[in-house]
């Protein structure tokens, strides 16, 4: 990829990232730490890697994508949101009572989401069946799901791991959100993972591991996934629990916090560019600076 | 009114018996943050056990400790208590007629932000139809306390339902409380409310209070417990006032309208019932307020049952 390019999507996530703090804030409360652990992913995948279309969501020859850490869909309806798939405003109705954007993916509610999740493990089996059957349709598309590392604590994980691998899914790209903290610690206090990627290895994917905040070495890492036949591909992403929201990546436990928009604002100002602010969603500051330019809406 | 938050009771009264019990041990499945369980980790670390985000092993790890001897309380989400360990709960500890106290916390709206993936309305129709299986949804504080200890002294399993945020003690410290024994909070002549936990029985206070300025008089039964259920009580406050409500955070279907309706028809009751609870939906996301008004849970809604029920019988 061509260096202004990766400065592009480097600019996009950062937009993302506020976004997905704005949304947070404005709701005072949410998964903070795991929706700033995928921007660089999601960035990638939506705004370079896949074949979608915001104006046809369903479109049968598209890329899917399954968010199975389902609890990180703030920062994904961020991305459908710059994407084209819905109005930005929405993001301010996080949430609330008759929402199209609850606080975990819905395939019904929200234009652009594939799966359903928030189970954790169940949207990674619901992954391998969709790639399954779009291979057995023939189709090109490619099937990509993320999973968090405490989730990869769920033994259906391992179960469809054996599967895919089992049944040649190389329609398969999968990432794992390894930013070393789950709910409740970290993953080596409450359940060592340790070697995983080896465990993927021997698992029969083609695994690498890669830093999942660098934007040039991921997308790399996706060409190198897409380029296998014959197995599935796991990309282990070592990330940052709370990357780039200062106040929560400051803190050792920032899984589920409470904050305002006071915080949320000097969040995003320290992320440079203008705060977007509890009404901007809504109102005057959408598409100005704060969104930086034009590149953003397509 | 006094309030507590439902998890502090639950987490210091697992603390009272371990400093007695050595065979006292607690379950985690990567959710000890939200059950508040810290404070017992940090007395008694080797006997907490942190899993990981790994439900249907804990109830597996469970069953294996109580084998051994232990007593095993193990908690997650009521949605994966209950959908997610259906199996492993039914066989590997009921079954196996082994002793695990399974607890399930955020129940019904109480999920509220998380939305309706995590918004268990059938957990209390799934285990009710586990043989043998006792079934308690306190509905404060004292009676949380009371049902754990109550629990830990009993050889068998139990399906804890428990809320995590604050509610108003309904009972002085000293209260008895029984498996399968309701409590008569509020006598009524003309109707009664038999609601389970303390959502339910909060809203049916209210609108008893509503109704007393109508000029209806409506008692309200805890029910405590789902099952056993206490049948005298509910079939006498049923039979002295000739109309009768049912009231749960779930499913009117197989949890405490379904097992009303199966008491009140096998002993041929003729007066009025209506059941409040949710109509064959799926849950959402939202505040608690805004899903107790969209599914019809609140003291309003008990009340024009009520008043329905006053005009039909
Ligand atoms: C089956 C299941 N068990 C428990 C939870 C509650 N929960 C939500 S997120 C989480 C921790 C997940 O950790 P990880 O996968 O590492 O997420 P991340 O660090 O990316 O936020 C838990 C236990 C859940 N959503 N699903
Ligand atoms: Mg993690």
Same mark, same amino acid.
């Given at each position: 990829m061509k260096a202004e390019r990766i400065a592009e999507l480097e600019r996009i996530a950062k937009e993302i990232r506020k976004l997905t703090i704005d949304e947070i804030g404005y709701l005072g409360v949410g998964h903070i730490g795991g929706a700033m652990s995928v921007v660089e992913v999601l960035t990638l995948l939506y705004h370079e890697t896949m074949r979608v279309d915001p104006g046809y969501p369903?479109?049968?020859d598209r890329d899917w994508l399954v968010l199975s850490k389902g609890h990180a869909g703030p920062t994904l309806y961020a991305t459908l949101a710059l994407k084209g798939f819905f109005p930005k405003d929405w993001l301010h109705s996080l949430n609330k009572g008759g929402t199209k954007l609850p606080s975990h993916c819905d395939r019904n509610l929200?234009? %652009?989401?594939?799966m359903t999740t928030g189970s954790l493990g169940q949207g990674f089996s619901a992954a391998m069946g969709i790639a399954l059957g779009l291979s057995m349709e023939g189709r090109k598309s490619t099937v990509y799901a993320i999973i968090g590392d405490g989730e990869s604590d769920e033994g259906q994980v391992w179960e469809a791991a054996m599967f895919a691998a089992h049944r040649k899914l190389s329609n398969l790209i999968a990432f794992t959100?390894?930013?070393?903290?789950?709910l409740d610690g970290t993953t080596k206090d409450i359940?060592?993972?340790?070697s995983l990627d080896d465990k993927w290895r021997a698992f029969g994917w083609f695994t690498q591991r890669v830093d999942g905040h660098d934007m040039a070495a991921l997308d790399k890492a996706i060409q190198a996934a897409k380029a296998q036949a014959g197995r599935p591909s796991m990309i282990v992403m070592d990330t940052i629990k709370g990357k780039g929201c200062n106040f929560a990546e400051a803190l050792l436990s920032n899984h589920n916090m409470s904050f305002g928009m006071d915080e949320a604002r000097a969040a995003i100002a320290a992320l440079g560019g203008a705060a977007l602010g509890g009404d901007a969603l809504g109102g005057d500051?959408? %598409? %100005?600076d704060a969104l930086g330019g034009d590149a953003l809406g397509d | 009114m006094e309030s507590k938050e439902m998890r502090a009771a639950y987490a210091d009264t697992l603390i009272e018996l371990a400093t007695t019990n050595r065979d006292i041990v607690v379950l985690e499945a990567d959710l000890m943050r939200a059950t508040g369980t810290g404070s017992f980790q940090k007395l008694f670390p080797d006997r907490l056990v942190n899993v990981g985000v790994a439900e249907a092993n804990m109830v597996g790890v469970a069953s294996g400790l109580s084998a051994t001897g232990k007593i095993p309380f193990a908690s997650t989400f009521a949605c994966f208590a209950s959908r997610r360990v259906f199996d492993q709960f039914f066989l590997s500890a009921n079954y196996a007629r082994l002793n695990v106290k399974l607890v399930g916390t955020d129940p019904g709206v109480t999920a509220a932000y998380n939305g309706g993936t995590h918004m268990p309305f059938e957990d209390l129709g799934l285990m009710r139809t586990i043989p043998g299986l006792t079934i308690v949804e306190p509905s404060d504080p004292a009676s949380c306390a009371a049902f754990v200890r109550l629990a830990a002294a009993m050889y068998g399993c139990v399906y804890l339902r428990l809320p995590r945020k604050a509610a108003a003690f309904?009972?002085?410290?000293?209260e008895k409380f029984e498996f399968g024994r309701a409590k008569r909070l509020k006598e009524g002549k003309d109707l009664v409310f038999a609601a389970l936990g303390s959502l339910m029985v909060g809203e049916c206070l209210k609108a008893a209070q509503v109704l007393a300025g109508e000029g209806v008089e409506a008692g309200v039964v805890d029910v405590l417990c789902l099952k056993p259920l206490d049948e005298v009580t509910i079939l006498t406050a049923a039979k002295a006032t000739g109309r009768i409500i049912s009231a749960e955070n779930h499913q009117v279907m197989g949890g405490l309208g379904s097992a009303i309706a199966e008491l009140l028809a096998e002993h041929r009751f003729g007066g009025g019932f209506k059941r409040i609870g949710i109509r064959d939906e799926f849950g959402e996301v939202g505040t608690q307020d805004y899903l107790v008004k969209r599914f019809g849970l609140g003291a309003p809604d008990l009340a024009d049952a009520a008043r329905k029920l006053m005009k039909e019988s």
């Amino acid at each position: 990829m061509k260096a202004e390019r990766i400065a592009e999507l480097e600019r996009i996530a950062k937009e993302i990232r506020k976004l997905t703090i704005d949304e947070i804030g404005y709701l005072g409360v949410g998964h903070i730490g795991g929706a700033m652990s995928v921007v660089e992913v999601l960035t990638l995948l939506y705004h370079e890697t896949m074949r979608v279309d915001p104006g046809y969501p369903r479109d049968p020859d598209r890329d899917w994508l399954v968010l199975s850490k389902g609890h990180a869909g703030p920062t994904l309806y961020a991305t459908l949101a710059l994407k084209g798939f819905f109005p930005k405003d929405w993001l301010h109705s996080l949430n609330k009572g008759g929402t199209k954007l609850p606080s975990h993916c819905d395939r019904n509610l929200t234009p %652009g989401i594939d799966m359903t999740t928030g189970s954790l493990g169940q949207g990674f089996s619901a992954a391998m069946g969709i790639a399954l059957g779009l291979s057995m349709e023939g189709r090109k598309s490619t099937v990509y799901a993320i999973i968090g590392d405490g989730e990869s604590d769920e033994g259906q994980v391992w179960e469809a791991a054996m599967f895919a691998a089992h049944r040649k899914l190389s329609n398969l790209i999968a990432f794992t959100d390894f930013n070393k903290q789950q709910l409740d610690g970290t993953t080596k206090d409450i359940l060592d993972l340790e070697s995983l990627d080896d465990k993927w290895r021997a698992f029969g994917w083609f695994t690498q591991r890669v830093d999942g905040h660098d934007m040039a070495a991921l997308d790399k890492a996706i060409q190198a996934a897409k380029a296998q036949a014959g197995r599935p591909s796991m990309i282990v992403m070592d990330t940052i629990k709370g990357k780039g929201c200062n106040f929560a990546e400051a803190l050792l436990s920032n899984h589920n916090m409470s904050f305002g928009m006071d915080e949320a604002r000097a969040a995003i100002a320290a992320l440079g560019g203008a705060a977007l602010g509890g009404d901007a969603l809504g109102g005057d500051a959408l %598409g %100005g600076d704060a969104l930086g330019g034009d590149a953003l809406g397509d | 009114m006094e309030s507590k938050e439902m998890r502090a009771a639950y987490a210091d009264t697992l603390i009272e018996l371990a400093t007695t019990n050595r065979d006292i041990v607690v379950l985690e499945a990567d959710l000890m943050r939200a059950t508040g369980t810290g404070s017992f980790q940090k007395l008694f670390p080797d006997r907490l056990v942190n899993v990981g985000v790994a439900e249907a092993n804990m109830v597996g790890v469970a069953s294996g400790l109580s084998a051994t001897g232990k007593i095993p309380f193990a908690s997650t989400f009521a949605c994966f208590a209950s959908r997610r360990v259906f199996d492993q709960f039914f066989l590997s500890a009921n079954y196996a007629r082994l002793n695990v106290k399974l607890v399930g916390t955020d129940p019904g709206v109480t999920a509220a932000y998380n939305g309706g993936t995590h918004m268990p309305f059938e957990d209390l129709g799934l285990m009710r139809t586990i043989p043998g299986l006792t079934i308690v949804e306190p509905s404060d504080p004292a009676s949380c306390a009371a049902f754990v200890r109550l629990a830990a002294a009993m050889y068998g399993c139990v399906y804890l339902r428990l809320p995590r945020k604050a509610a108003a003690f309904l009972y002085p410290a000293g209260e008895k409380f029984e498996f399968g024994r309701a409590k008569r909070l509020k006598e009524g002549k003309d109707l009664v409310f038999a609601a389970l936990g303390s959502l339910m029985v909060g809203e049916c206070l209210k609108a008893a209070q509503v109704l007393a300025g109508e000029g209806v008089e409506a008692g309200v039964v805890d029910v405590l417990c789902l099952k056993p259920l206490d049948e005298v009580t509910i079939l006498t406050a049923a039979k002295a006032t000739g109309r009768i409500i049912s009231a749960e955070n779930h499913q009117v279907m197989g949890g405490l309208g379904s097992a009303i309706a199966e008491l009140l028809a096998e002993h041929r009751f003729g007066g009025g019932f209506k059941r409040i609870g949710i109509r064959d939906e799926f849950g959402e996301v939202g505040t608690q307020d805004y899903l107790v008004k969209r599914f019809g849970l609140g003291a309003p809604d008990l009340a024009d049952a009520a008043r329905k029920l006053m005009k039909e019988s």
